[in-house]
Nanobody, 115 residues
Framework: QVQLVESGGGSVQPGGSLRLSCAASGSIPSINIMGWYRQRPGNKRELAAVITTGGSTGYIDSVKGRFTISRDNAENTVYLQMNGLKPEDTAVYYC?????????WGQGTQVTVSS
């Protein structure tokens, strides 16, 4: 089994920063894609940021320039640095790891941005 453990969520004021971490363990192929999805209140889950083993990244338009995804391949850990947070970033953030055959999910971590 592959397990993903997330940390770093919390409550911040608008304009603040948070860094999410997700550590994967288990039988993990050396080539994979890790990313962060989020589900905002009343909305479907959406992919916020993604990164390949080779370091190629992608972001949803609403977070470009504010969020940075990175990974440590040796530790099978992915990070999401979130700067300039806005109330609309409030969501449950889910870590995801995808291989050529399966995908795995973390339990979700709450991020709340409010005054």
């Amino acid at each position: 089994q592959v397990q993903l453990v997330e940390s770093g969520g919390g409550s911040v004021q608008p304009g603040g920063s948070l860094r999410l971490s997700c550590a994967a363990s288990g039988s993990i192929p050396s080539i994979n894609i890790m990313g962060w999805y989020r589900q905002r209140p009343g909305n479907k889950r959406e992919l916020a940021a993604v990164i390949t083993t080779g370091g190629s990244t992608g972001y949803i338009d609403s977070v470009k320039g504010r969020f940075t995804i990175s990974r440590d391949n040796a530790e099978n850990t992915v990070y999401l640095q979130m700067n300039g947070l806005k109330p609309e970033d409030t969501a449950v953030y889910y870590c995801n790891l995808a291989t050529d055959t399966r995908s795995y999910w973390g339990q979700g971590t709450q991020v709340t941005v409010s005054s």
